[in-house]
Each structure stands twice: as C-alpha cells, then as structure tokens.
C-alpha cells in the first residue's frame, strides 16, 4: 500500500470497530478529499458519519469539540494543514485544555489530521510545516508518520487515544513510498520512535518525509567511513527521550533534521533537553538542519527544504569538530 490507502484502511478498520468514530471536513465525503484519503468511506458509513461540511475550518474543529466532548470520536480533515490557523484558537483554547478545564469531566478524544509540508511545488499556502506550534500546546499530541505502515498505527492509536492529537501527513511521500502494511488490528502506540538504521558515529533524529533525506545523506556519510544512526521520532509530542539518549551513548554525535522553520523549531527544543540534561554524552555541538526562516518560496523550494547535501554538511561539521 501507499500512504494514502494505509490511512484509508486505518479509518474504515476504526470505523467499523467503533460507530462512535465519524469523519469530518471540507469534501471528505463523495469526493473523498482533496488527496482522496476518505475515499469510499460514505459508501459504506453513510452521511451521518461521513460529513462534508461548508468551507469553515474553525466551524470543522468546534463542531468536532462538541462531539467529542459529548461521547463520540471525531476525525477531523484539514484540506491543507497550512489553513488550520484559522481554528487555531479552538484548537490551543479549548481542544488542547477541555480535560484540564474540566478537572476530567470532559474529554476531546479527537483527531485533527490533515496533509503537511512541502515537496510539491505548492507555494507557501500548501506547503507549511506547523507542528512547532502545536507542540508548544500541552494536551495535544502531535504526530507525523514517515511510511505507510506507520500511518495505519498511529492513526487507528490516535483515534483511540482519549486526549486529542494532530495528525501531519507528509503529502510529497502519500503516493511514493510502498511497502506491506498489516491488515486489521495493527497499532503503532503513540510516543514512541523507530530505529530506522543502525550506526555508531552520528545519530540522526528526524521525521516524516525528511527520513529519505537523511538515508541518501547517510549512503554519502558512509562512503567517508562513517556510521549513521537514524532514528524516526514518529510523535513529536512527547518525542522519545530515551531512544535518542540510548542513541546517543553510541554515537555521542547528534543531527537533528526537520522541514520546519529553523528558529523556535522542534530541534531547538531536542537539543536543549540535550545540552541541559546531558552533555557529558557529546562529543561536539549539536547540529541542526531546518528549512529557512522565510515563508515558503514556489520557485526554489529544494534549496529551501533540507536536502541531502545540507544533511551532509552538518553531519561532516560534526564529525570533524
């Protein structure tokens, strides 16, 4: 399967399992989306669980509130993640807190899921990583998957989980990455990354379609001699701690690669917990390797993502500190 069909599977497994679990969003239902993620799923659901709704994202999320707060399970899709801002306030002010406001009262056992990122030549309005943000927001978890396989265990965990999660899907990699996925109850839990490659010089931390980045880079690395670790965090909040320090003790070297804005992005936050709470195990500056702290370009937007050769370069840099 693609990643388009793994995710498909996911939501019909979980919506047969579960009547509580509805689909929701701006052409979801007899277009089946945008990308066609929800095709089908009308058919089989109907229109009382698989909604189309009018060009609102915040009516899409506060709707998706209530019906969570009020015992079922909603799905809900963001066209493009980049036009999620406009339900930025029910997401940070009442999706994310509900449960703490409550005392547990209420719950928001939702997900907000939507493709992500550049790869595509969309322009800044379709191409925008913001998973920065949302990880500055206690009571969300965020996650981005990097394969098929992924997709479908961490979209059926998210659907299951009883706090609200924020689903970015690398839309570059929906159709180019194969591989097997596992029919019927497959789950990949939620906070916890995946040893992609093993390798004892560098460890490299990255996630969603920067993984096929960092590989290539790491085919060039090993040519000079040296061994790359790398690791898929697969959820961003909360990142796997203890697979990147069980990294760490070998490689004693870290690069850190994502496709959001370099300043206050999620490297900034690994490598202070690093720096901060174990330095001993470094044998040279953290290095990071982001997008530009500009707005998304059309024309040059392979020299704005990372690319092999800048994962390179910080990999080299760091081996040679």
Known sequence: MNMVQALNQALREEMRRDERVVVLGEDVGRRGGVFLV??????????????????????IVGVAVGMAMYGLRPVAEIQFIDFV??????????????????????????????????????GM???QSPETYFMHTPGLYVVMPSTPKDAKGLLKASIRSDDP???????????????????????????????????SDVTLVTWGAMVYQALE???????RGWSIE??????????????????LEKTN????????????????????????????MLRGPVMRVASYDTPFPLAHEKLYMPNVARIYRAIREVMQW
């Not at 880079?217 to 040519?223: G, Q, R, S, V």
């Open 38 to 59: 929800t095709e089908g799923l009308i058919d089989e659901f109907g229109p009382d669980r698989v909604i189309d709704t009018p060009l609102t994202e915040m009516g």
């Open 85 to 122: 801002y406009e339900a930025f306030d029910q997401i940070v002010n009442n999706v994310a807190w509900v449960r703490f406001r409550s005392a547990g009262m209420y719950k928001t056992p939702m997900v907000i899921r939507g493709p992500c990122c550049g790869g595509i030549r969309g």
């Open 125 to 127: 309005h379709h191409s």
């Open 165 to 199: 999660v924020i689903f970015l899907e690398p839309k570059v990699i929906y159709r180019r990455i194969r591989e097997e996925v596992p029919e019927g109850d497959y789950i990949v839990p939620l906070g916890k990354g995946r040893l992609v490659k093993e390798g």
């Open 217 to 223: 880079a790491a085919k060039h690395a090993e040519k």
């Open 230 to 247: 790398i690791i898929d965090l697969r959820t961003l909040l909360p990142w796997d701690k203890d697979l990147v320090l069980e990294s």
């Open 253 to 280: 070297r870290l690069v850190i690669v994502h496709e959001a804005r370099r300043t206050l992005g999620p490297a900034a936050e690994i490598s202070a917990y690093v720096s901060e709470n174990h330095i001993d």
